[in-house]
């Protein structure tokens, strides 16, 4: 873990009324390391996310890239930045096809100045970076329309279309939900490439299993307040952990 | 089974030629060829000779077509980036008093006002709606549907520009047929370049913030900034319809801002369909003439025209255009049910 975080979010706090979102999390993201989230349903993960990517304006709190104040910004402008998000429910354009999908992060000022000035072909970017998604067993998937696809191949879809921006720091809403063992299993060797060429991933999962595997870090969220944080191991050796999870405290034999 | 009694249906099949991939033409024919061309073709060939051929009265009812043409093509392309908007009129009566305030207090030639009033009237309408693109649907439409219809009682109170009285003998345009050319030119332009803008890269942008902004937001875009582009698009059209306008007429008066500009474009492309343009423009070339025409009939034109449009609007509600470019790619035909 190189010197200065890459992300920091400091005491982030939201509010939905009368509930209580997100109250004073905060942690810190280095360049290359892969970060999981976890917590129950409602504890405030997606919420979390969102304050992250300027979705949804923080009541107090920061959130700083290399040292840099972006709490509240546009979330265009965010992403311009260099952090990109799937979406938990996945946001795609459902009549157009599949390549056509990466267009849209293809056509902003990140992508042109990532490429020199140029924005080159942005078909052949597109179906480059669809090649790398694990399609490879039906080689004309980029090209039909995306409503046609099956749900993996559009969570797929949309994690090459938060790619396509060269992000510098990746967050994952739930990627995995709804995917088959063997597309996990196919998804999982390209987030760790990507990890070790640098780049930060934020994952939020509730296939534990799967995510163990591949972070280095865990924080665990319950009702809006972070309970705890550490190797998967620790984590899973919480008692804290296991009561929000399972709601009362069990004695373990 | 007692065959007495013959089934029949109708067997719908659509035409089986894939002549358009996505960078690849591939013509088989020339059969096929016209196929193609004559839907794209005959139109803009009878429009280009129809200022030839059409003087006078139904000369001026071209002109007027193509002029609410534009407003219905310009109201399409702001449509085509979720923008929904009851206020063309803002557009038209910018251009117009632009065009006519130049030409009056200056004594510019129209060569001069037309183009200048066509870009600053993109530049006010989009500075003027610029603020508001962040609201949404109906909100956005009130606001659009305010404006002209303030800068009309502004305009009425103040007697700015000459008032309720307007400005008159303004320069026309050198000849009939220059108008109509201009008129007919400027709607086929704005046609091809509009179908040309919303099937490129940007176009795609733009029709994607209509479907999921979010989405947008998050490849890195910034949608307000697309949203104020389209604004000074779509309104550099409506002015430069309304500059034409001033011209044509010789004179500048605040209907220029009334609620028929802003609504009979609306009305044009519920009729013809949209999200295609040429549904737009369809539209507003039966609906003008077909007003007109009913002039005849007087007080019950207006009771008509409106039975009318309810009538198709309930009979095609994906419009006309979209009906009829789906039954030009299908065949029917009957088949015995066994």
């Keep these: 873990m190189n010197g200065e975080p890459l992300l920091q979010v400091r005491d982030l ?241 | 089974m007692v065959a007495t009694s013959v089934h029949r249906r109708k067997k719908r099949l659509d035409r089986g030629i894939k002549a358009r991939t996505d960078t690849i033409f591939l013509i088989a024919s020339w059969k096929d060829m016209l196929y193609l061309l004559l839907p794209r073709m005959l139109p803009v060939a009878i429009l280009l000779v129809l200022p030839v051929l059409v003087k006078g009265y139904w000369g001026k009812v071209l002109v007027y077509a193509c002029i609410y043409g534009l407003l219905a093509l310009s109201w399409d392309f702001m449509a085509a980036g979720g923008l929904f908007s009851l206020g063309q009129a803002l557009f038209f009566g910018l251009g117009a008093y632009l065009a006519g305030i130049l030409n009056y207090y200056l004594h510019l030639p129209p060569v001069v006002t037309v183009p200048a009033a066509t870009l600053g009237g993109g530049l006010l309408s989009a500075a003027l709606l610029g603020s508001v693109v962040r609201l949404k649907g109906v909100y956005f439409a009130m606001i659009t549907l305010m404006l002209p219809l303030l800068f009309k009682k502004v305009i009425e109170t103040t007697g700015a520009f000459g008032g309720t009285h307007g400005l008159p003998s303004l320069t026309p345009f050198p000849s009939e047929l220059l108008t109509a050319y201009l008129a007919v030119g400027g709607f086929l332009g704005s046609l091809f370049i509009f179908r040309r803008v919303i099937n490129s890269d940007y176009g795609l942008v733009l029709r994607a913030i209509k479907d999921d902004d979010r989405a947008v937001m998050s490849g890195a875009i910034n949608i307000y900034g697309r949203k104020i582009q389209a604004i000074f698009i779509s309104g550099a059209v409506g002015s430069f319809a309304g500059a034409l306008m001033t011209h044509y007429y010789q004179f500048l008066g605040m209907s220029v801002f009334a609620l028929d500009y802003s609504i009979l474009p609306v009305a044009a492309v519920a009729l013809g369909g949209q999200g295609t343009f040429a549904g737009a423009a369809m539209g507003s070339l039966i609906l003008v003439p077909l007003s007109e025409s009913l002039r005849a009939l007087g007080g019950l034109r207006i009771a008509i025209y409106c039975g009318i449009l309810i009538v198709s609007i309930i009979g095609f509600p994906e419009g006309l255009f979209h009906y009829l470019a789906r039954k030009y790619h299908q065949f029917e035909r009957v088949v015995e049910v066994k």
């Design chain 1, 13 to 253: 706090r939201k509010r939905f009324g009368g509930v209580q979102a997100v109250f004073d999390v905060g942690f810190e993201l280095r360049r290359g390391e892969f970060l999981g989230v976890i917590g129950p349903n409602g504890s405030g993960k997606t919420t979390l996310v969102n304050l992250i990517t300027g979705f949804v304006k923080p009541d107090a709190g920061q959130v700083l890239l290399k040292g840099r104040n972006i709490t509240g910004k546009m979330p265009y402008t965010i992403a311009g930045f260099g952090i990109a998000r799937t979406f938990q429910m996945v946001r795609l354009f459902y009549n157009l096809p599949a390549y056509k999908n990466l267009i849209i992060p293809l056509c902003s000022s990140r992508f042109k100045k990532l490429r020199g000035g140029r924005y080159g072909e942005r078909d052949d970017v597109a179906i480059e970076l669809l090649d790398d998604m694990g399609f490879e067993r039906d080689s004309l998937v980029p090209y039909k329309v995306a409503g046609s696809l099956p749900h993996g191949y559009l969570k797929r879809l949309d994690l090459a279309r938060a790619l396509a921006l060269r992000p510098e720091v990746l967050i994952l809403d739930e990627l995995f939900s709804g995917m088959s063992m063997s597309e996990v299993a196919s998804t999982l060797p390209l987030l760790e490439k990507f990890n070790q060429e640098g780049l930060a991933i934020m994952m939020i999962e509730h296939r534990l299993k799967e995510l163990f595997r591949v972070v280095d870090r865990v924080m665990v969220l319950n009702f809006g307040i972070k309970i705890t944080e550490g190797s998967p191991a620790e984590v899973m050796a919480s008692e804290e952990v296991k009561k929000a999870y399972l709601g009362i405290q069990v004695e373990l034999e």
